[in-house]
Each structure stands twice: as structure tokens, then as C-alpha cells.
């Protein structure tokens, strides 16, 4: 017999055929008895041969016609699902004719039979029933002339809903779909499909289904995209089992990719076609009423090539849409545990030193205390002093009875040490040479500002006669000469000092009149020190020539522990009104391995002094030589002068150099200079000069580089947290905006300055917060941040007032906060997608911490004989790294 084989072309209706007969190769039984008799042994053997390969090759015939078969039985599968399909169709067409011939006779009017309608009710009964059976009834499967069975691939099919959940008693297990039905098409215009049944796993993602599919068809893997049945395309790391809704069929369509548009613009091909020919260039023709310069390709909105195209004519939109994770994590490599533990350490202990030396709620109550009872004390308020005779009266009162008084409230609460020094700060006398040159010569002015220059250094006479007849009593510093002039070398000698006031800076010079706190009879002494006004107001020691009143002393509070510097000053500018300024300064004395506090003191030093030494020598050249074994990776060899040089002005290294130059000044000035003693380490006769002026300014120099040390400490600290995915696109942001919004400030500075300058000249005779260049930046930053108090609106009702708070708010206001806003928006976004997109991706589990904490291999290998859970977490890490 033999059997006949259609050909498995589908590109064509009719099928060509191959036979295959077995009785062509079946050889009669007698003929071969025959041809064994005549041949030898050799003869047999090799006929025993031919035998055997023409076994083999009637064996690789038949498993060629079995795949030939299957290929069959797909396209069969194929026809019988479209015929399926068109069957339900023309029946969906013929039904709804039906109807519509049943709605237009209704209409018409026209007499229906109810014989007809009968008989199409019941044949329309009976094709339901034929069909609902026929579903039902199980069909016989076929099988061909060599018994195999022939079968549609579609009753493979195994439909679960998704997300149907099994409880059993121990645990619950998630069922999902198993097998997917995937269906392609050669071409978009072909109407031949073919199917493929695939099974899938838990973990099995789309981009491996692809490229299954498309090896199993012989296709490229790129120029094809899954789609389900919904027109939703899928992503290559989507797990296909989380692809389908919960009542949608698990169906695939592999098809063709969208190509980009290869085909030029019309307007640019006509420019190209050729001059002479058939196929030359021809003149088209433009529609009625069209400008000689207009085209269809000038009009965006007609469709010009496809979306690739019209992003690239956007470049910065295209490239912000085209962003795409790039698994940042070189970073993580810099961050160590023990970097970590260096850091922190060092900010604990700078925070801890910060507040022993400046502890909270001490140094306020300590300074609103000597304030209040020299201000306040007496009848005029030393706020509200404004003439010289206000300024009389607070001496005689206030002064007079507070530091000469036993039972003060300030010796009450304060032991007064060394001297209160009261002095005097005159101009030259009046002159004519000193007025401008359209001033007539019969007036005469005074210098308006206090300097070395225009010092007054003539002794008052007067006043000099009745000193020499006091000089040393009653509490007087003796040899102390209020009716000489003290030079700035000469009064720095006597403990004045110079500072900065309301109006200008004053340097230490002047006439010194100083009393002794510690003299005992205090009765005597409060006397002696109202006489001693009374005398110098009469011998006119402060007058129109004074720009300066100073009051000054020292006195140590134990109930805070802190030393105290008061400094009263009065200034008495040209135009005749007196402004009081206020200044103390504290102090404590810590620093002496005698106390307690300055043993634990002096150990965390050495400490901080050991965690600087390994910063400076340990952490920074570790970071030099892994940015030197980068870049000779990437560019070659480099000198290690070159990695100093680079770790020097990166960030990193300036905040090390930072932290190491801040801490070595505060320990060389504590230790090494000796400026600050405790009292307890003080002498009874060195009370006199223990506190200086001086002092008070290294203590703060002290402090404020504490500050200075935790806020390196705590950048660098804040620095290692980009271990953590969230802190690392935050200070990856920041970072970003700033160096771009810079070139912003380029434009922005020269237009600041601009309106700094203009809000001086606008408000600086009306508003002391206006009067100088540095006072005035101070407000406009203030008013930049919104505080509406720096420009006084009610001052000057100026036109010039209402233009200049509108163009400010509308140019810097508006224009640099939203800048900020909108650079700082941007980076957020650019950075969240290329460097951490998906942060469950960049998790670390048990094991990534484990091997980042232990130093070896062999503390790991023991942790993970410990927790053997971690381990089964690095070999998920693995996978998912191999997956992905």
C-alpha cells in the first residue's frame, strides 16, 4: 500500500503530494534464501551492513514524515479555529438580517404568518440545540492510515483563572496560569497564523518567552513584541503569569515591531529625485490661495514621520523620555563599615564636647541677668537713652548703685573680679578746614567719624588737677589718668579693647577712668565714684566732641559657672542722638585636667585626636587609591601626585581637610596657647587681670569651631547613607541641582547686587536696616526668604517704593525660588530613573549586609553556617541576577 502526504506550503490553496509505498522496499522471501547460499562470509557480513543503514534510513524517513505530520496537524488546527470563526460570524450576520427583516415588515404593516414565524422559531431552536450537542458530544478523534492519532491542539488548552488561592491546613499556595497559548503572524498582511503552545513557570518573564517563540519559528527576536489579546504590550521583566487579568484568556500575539519611518519627507524627495528621466523631479501643483513659501511638511500637526522623529526635534525632551536605569552601584563601594563607625564616632564626641563647653539654657538666663540690672535698674532705661543728660543719669544711678552697692542684684548673684573701666572717645576740636569749601569761614565743624586720625590727644588741665589730688583713694586704680590720652598700644596694655557697635568700629584708645571692684569699703567707694562724675561733668569730659561712651567689666557667676564680660557702650555720632548698644560675652573654664569636667574633656580630645589621625591618613588615601585604580582602568597609568591632587579637591577631601585643619586649631588652642584656666587654678592675686578680652574671643573662636567640626562630621556621616537606595537618589539629587542651578546664579548675582544697591538708595534715610551695603544685603536676603518686616512699606510712600517690591517679586522672588524648584524637580526625576527606578532592585537582604559588615571570607563562612537562611537569600540574589 501506499500513502499519500500533502506538502506543508501554506502559501498556496493546493497542496502538492508525495507518496510513500513500503512494498517498493519488501524483497520476495526465496530470493534472498537464494542470494545467502551463494555468498560467502564476507559477502554476508557486508550485506548484514546494507541492510542495517537501509533500516536507519527507512527509521530517519519515517521520524522526517512524523514532523512533516505535526506540522499538519498545526495548520489543520489553524483552518478548523478560522473556520470556527467565520462559521459564528456569518451566523452573527445572519441573525442580525433576521431581525432586521423582522423590524421592516412590523413597520410596513404588512400581515406576518404565524405558520412562517413558527417554522422559523422552531428551525432557529433546533441549529441552538444541534450546536449546544454537538459541544457537548464528545467527538471521536481520527487517526490516519498508520494509526496515529490526529488531534487539535486547542483541547490542550488548561484555562485556571488567575489568582485562585488553595488553602490547605499547613500553608496556602497562589495558582496562576500554566500554559500560554501563543499565535503569530508572519506579516501584518498575511492571513496565515500559527500557534504554539507553551508551558511556563513561576519565574519565567516575558523576555524569555520571546525569544523561545521566536527560535522556535526561526525569527529574530528584535524585530518582534508580545501583545495579549486586550492590545496591551508587554514588558520584557513582566512575569508572564501576572500579564493576564483574572478572566481573560492566557493568549499571546507575537507580532512585528512598529518600524521607524525610512521613507524621506516629500519636500526632501522631491529635492533628491533625479533632474532627467522618467522619475525626474515634477513641479506639484498648490492648492488655490496658498503663500509661495508654505509646504505640507511646515505643519507639525500633519503627522510628519513617526514619534521617534518628532521627539529628536525636541532634544531635551527626548532625552529626559529616553532615560532608563543604569544600575548605578559603583558607590556602594566606597561606603565601609569602618569609615562609618570613624564617622560617627567623631560627630558623637564633637556633639558631646559642643555642649559641655556650650551647654543649653545657661548662657541666655546668665547674660538677660547682668543686662537687666545695669539696664533696667535705675530711673532711664539704658534703651531709651538719648542725651548726654540721660547718660549722666544712668551713671550716677544705675552704675553707681549696682557695682558699688553691697546688696545689688548684681553682686548678689555675681562675684565682681578685676576693674570697671569707664572711657571716653573724643574728636579733634572744631575747625573751619574741617567743613566743605562752600562753608562760610566763620564756621567751624567737628570730624564725624572716631579714628586714630581724627583722635583728640590734648590733656584736660582741669581735670588733671583734681585726679593728682585723689589718684589711688577710695577704690581708685592708681596711676590711672582719665585727663590723658591713651593710644590703641596704650589703652590694649590697660585691658581696653576694641568692637564693633551700631554705627562703626572703635578701636581701644581714649580716656580711661577705672575703679576697683574687689576694694572692700564699698560705702566709700560709691561716694568717690559720684564725686568723681560730678567732676567730669562739670569739666565737660563728655560733650559734643565725645563719639563714644564705654562701660566695661568682668565678674564670674558660680551659680552657672560661667565667667562674664559686660560691655555697655554709647555712641554719640554728629547729629546729636545718643545709641546705646549692649554686648556680653561668656565664658567657661573647662580645659584643665585638675577638674573633672576637664579630665573627661582632655580624653575625648585624645580620642577625636586619634579618629583625625586615621581620617587624615587612613580614609583619605584609601579614597585616593581607589580613584587612582579607576582611572588607570579607564585611562591608563597616573602619577599618585595626581590622586592627592584629585582627593584634595573633590568634596570628600575638602570636607576631610576640613574636619582635620578645625579640630588640630581648637586642640592646639586649648592645649598648646593655654588661654582658658579654670578658676580653681586661678590666684587670689592674679583676680585683677584674669579675664580679658582676648579670652572671651578665643572661647568663641573655640566654639564656633565645634560648630564648624559637627557640621564636617555630620556631611561626611550623611555622605555614607547612600548605602541606602532613597538617601543616595536624594543626595544624588541635591548634589545635581546645585551644580546646575550655579550657572543660573551667574545671571542672578549681578541682578541681587542690583537691587541691593537700589533698596539702599530707596529706603536707606528711612530705615536703619538699610544704612550700609552689608546691612542692606542682610534685609534683601530676608526679604527673599519672606520676611516682611525687612522693607518697611510704611516708611515712604514713594512711587519708587510700589515698582521696586513689584519688579522684586516678580524677578527674583518668583524667577530664583521657582528656578530652584523646578532644576531641583528635574534632577529628582532624572536621578529616581537612572539610579534607582525600581528600588526593591537595590534592596539588600541578610546576606549583602552580612558580607558588607564581616571583614572575610571566613567570618562569612561561619555567619552563614550560623543562618543558613541567608544563604538561601544570596542564591535567590543569583538567580534574579541571572534572569535579569
Not at 551713671?395 to 546688696?407: G, H, K
Not at 590733656?459 to 590711672?480: C, F, H, M, P
Not at 525600581?838 to 543562618?867: I, K
Amino acid at each position: 500500500f501506499c500513502i499519500r502526504f500533502p506538502s506543508s506550503s501554506s502559501s498556496s490553496s493546493s497542496f502538492s503530494s508525495f507518496f510513500f509505498c513500503p512494498s517498493h522496499f519488501n524483497m520476495n522471501s526465496d530470493d534472498v534464501d537464494d542470494e545467502l547460499d551463494s555468498l560467502d562470509i564476507s559477502a554476508i557480513r557486508e550485506k548484514l551492513h546494507q541492510l542495517q543503514d537501509e533500516r536507519e534510513r527507512r527509521r530517519e524517513s519515517s521520524d522526517r514524515l512524523q514532523e512533516k505530520l505535526k506540522a499538519l496537524n498545526y495548520e489543520l488546527a489553524s483552518r478548523m479555529e478560522e473556520a470556527e470563526t467565520q462559521r459564528k460570524l456569518w451566523q452573527e450576520v445572519t441573525d442580525r438580517n433576521a431581525r432586521l427583516a423582522e423590524q421592516r415588515r412590523h413597520e410596513a404593516g404588512t400581515a406576518v404568518v404565524v405558520a412562517n414565524e413558527t417554522e422559523a422559531d422552531m428551525e432557529q431552536v433546533r441549529r441552538l440545540m444541534e450546536q449546544h450537542l454537538g459541544s457537548l458530544v464528545s467527538r471521536n478523534a481520527p487517526r490516519n492510515e498508520l494509526g496515529i492519532r490526529l488531534f487539535d491542539e486547542r483541547d490542550l488548552m488548561v484555562v485556571r483563572p488567575l489568582g485562585r488561592v488553595s488553602q490547605d491546613s499547613e500553608e496556602k499556595t497562589k495558582e496562576g496560569v500554566d500554559t500560554v497559548l501563543i499565535t503569530h503572524f508572519r506579516s501584518a498582511a498575511s492571513e496565515h497564523k500559527y500557534h504554539l503552545s507553551y508551558r511556563i513557570g513561576e519565574e519565567t518573564t516575558v523576555r524569555k518567552l520571546r525569544e523561545d517563540a521566536c527560535m522556535y519559528w526561526g525569527i529574530s527576536e528584535v524585530e518582534y513584541i508580545l501583545w495579549t489579546i486586550s492590545n496591551c504590550k508587554l514588558q520584557d521583566d513582566m512575569l508572564v503569569r501576572t500579564c493576564f487579568k483574572p478572566d481573560e484568556e492566557a493568549h499571546l500575539i507575537l507580532a512585528l515591531k512598529t518600524p521607524k519611518k525610512v521613507e524621506p519627507p516629500e519636500r526632501v524627495a522631491e529635492l533628491i529625485r533625479p533632474k532627467i528621466g522618467p522619475k525626474k523631479a515634477q513641479v506639484r501643483k498648490r492648492p488655490p490661495g496658498a503663500a509661495a513659501g508654505e509646504n505640507a511638511d511646515a505643519d507639525p500637526r500633519q503627522g510628519r514621520g513617526n514619534f521617534y522623529e518628532k521627539m529628536a526635534e525636541m532634544p531635551g525632551l527626548f532625552a529626559f523620555m529616553t532615560q532608563r536605569d543604569r544600575e548605578v552601584k559603583a558607590h556602594l563601594k566606597r561606603v565601609r563599615p569602618g569609615a562609618c563607625l570613624l564617622y560617627l564616632s567623631l560627630t558623637v564626641l564633637t556633639l558631646i564636647s559642643f555642649l559641655w563647653v556650650n551647654p543649653p539654657d545657661k548662657e541666655y538666663y546668665c547674660r538677660l541677668g547682668v543686662f537687666e540690672t545695669l539696664g533696667n535698674s535705675g530711673s532711664v532705661a539704658f534703651e531709651e537713652i538719648r542725651s548726654e543728660e540721660q547718660i549722666w543719669t544712668w551713671l550716677e544711678e544705675s552704675v553707681a548703685a549696682q557695682f558699688f552697692t553691697n546688696t545689688s542684684e548684681l553682686r548678689q548673684a555675681n562675684l565682681l573680679l578685676g576693674n570697671l573701666k569707664v572711657w571716653v572717645q573724643r574728636v579733634r576740636s572744631p575747625s573751619n578746614s574741617k567743613c566743605p569749601h562752600r562753608v562760610p569761614t566763620d564756621i567751624a565743624c567737628l570730624d564725624q567719624d572716631y579714628d586714630k586720625w581724627s583722635a583728640s590727644s590734648i590733656d584736660q588741665e582741669a581735670l588733671k588737677t583734681y585726679w593728682n589730688s585723689v589718684d589711688g583713694l577710695d577704690g581708685r586704680i592708681n596711676g590711672t589718668r582719665p585727663w590723658q590720652y591713651l593710644s590703641p598700644e596704650q589703652g590694649a596694655a590697660r585691658g581696653l579693647f576694641g568692637e564693633t557697635a551700631t554705627l562703626k568700629h572703635y578701636d581701644s584708645s581714649g580716656y580711661l577712668l577705672a575703679y576697683d571692684l574687689q576694694y572692700l569699703d564699698l560705702e566709700g567707694q560709691y561716694k568717690a565714684f559720684l564725686a568723681d562724675l560730678a567732676q567730669l561733668k562739670w569739666t565737660n569730659w563728655l560733650s559734643e566732641r565725645s563719639r563714644s561712651l564705654q562701660v566695661a567689666f568682668s565678674a564670674y557667676n558660680p551659680n552657672y559657672d560661667f565667667w562674664v564680660l559686660g560691655w555697655f557702650m554709647l555712641e554719640l555720632p554728629a547729629n546729636g542722638i545718643v545709641f546705646p548698644f549692649f554686648d556680653t560675652g561668656l565664658y567657661r573654664g573647662i580645659y584643665q585636667a585638675s577638674t573633672d569636667i576637664g579630665l573627661e574633656s582632655l580624653v575625648v580630645d585624645i580620642i577625636r585626636f586619634v579618629l583625625i589621625f586615621l581620617v587624615l591618613f587612613y580614609e583619605a588615601q584609601w579614597q585616593a587609591r581607589f580613584k587612582m585604580r579607576k582611572v588607570v582602568s579607564d585611562e591608563g597609568p597616573k602619577s599618585s601626585w595626581w590622586s592627592i591632587f584629585w582627593y584634595c579637591a573633590s568634596w570628600r577631601g575638602l570636607c576631610d581637610l576640613g574636619c582635620s585643619a578645625t579640630f588640630l586649631a581648637i586642640f592646639f588652642e586649648r592645649y598648646v596657647t593655654g588661654a582658658f584656666r579654670a578658676l580653681n587654678d586661678v590666684e587670689e592675686s592674679t583676680l585683677q587681670t584674669i579675664y580679658k578680652k582676648s579670652t572671651l574671643d578665643a572661647f568663641r573662636s573655640n566654639v564656633l569651631a565645634e560648630a564648624v567640626l559637627f557640621g564636617f562630621g555630620s556631611f561626611r556621616l550623611l555622605s555614607l547613607f547612600q548605602l541606602n537606595r532613597t538617601a543616595y537618589v536624594i543626595w544624588k539629587t541635591l548634589g545635581m541641582a546645585v551644580r546646575r542651578y550655579i550657572r543660573f546664579l551667574l545671571v542672578l548675582g549681578p541682578l541681587l547686587v542690583g537691587f541691593i544697591l537700589l533698596a539702599q538708595t530707596v529706603w536707606q534715610s528711612d530705615s536703619p536696616l538699610y544704612r550700609s551695603f552689608w546691612v542692606s544685603s542682610t534685609s534683601v536676603f530676608m526679604a527673599l526668604l519672606g520676611d516682611s518686616n525687612s522693607i518697611t512699606v510704611d516708611s515712604a510712600t514713594r512711587p519708587i517704593t510700589t515698582v521696586y517690591l513689584l519688579v522684586f517679586y516678580s524677578s527674583l522672588s518668583l524667577l530664583c525660588i521657582n528656578t530652584w524648584i523646578a532644576v531641583l524637580v528635574h534632577e529628582y526625576q532624572v536621578t529616581r530613573v537612572t539610579a534607582g527606578f525600581r528600588q526593591s532592585d537595590y534592596a539588600w537582604g541578610e546576606y549583602q549586609y552580612a558580607s558588607w559588615l564581616l571583614p572575610g571570607p571566613c567570618l562569612r563562612g561561619v555567619y552563614l553556617r550560623l543562618r543558613p537562611g541567608a544563604r538561601l537569600a544570596k542564591d535567590g540574589e543569583a538567580k534574579a541576577n541571572a534572569e535579569g
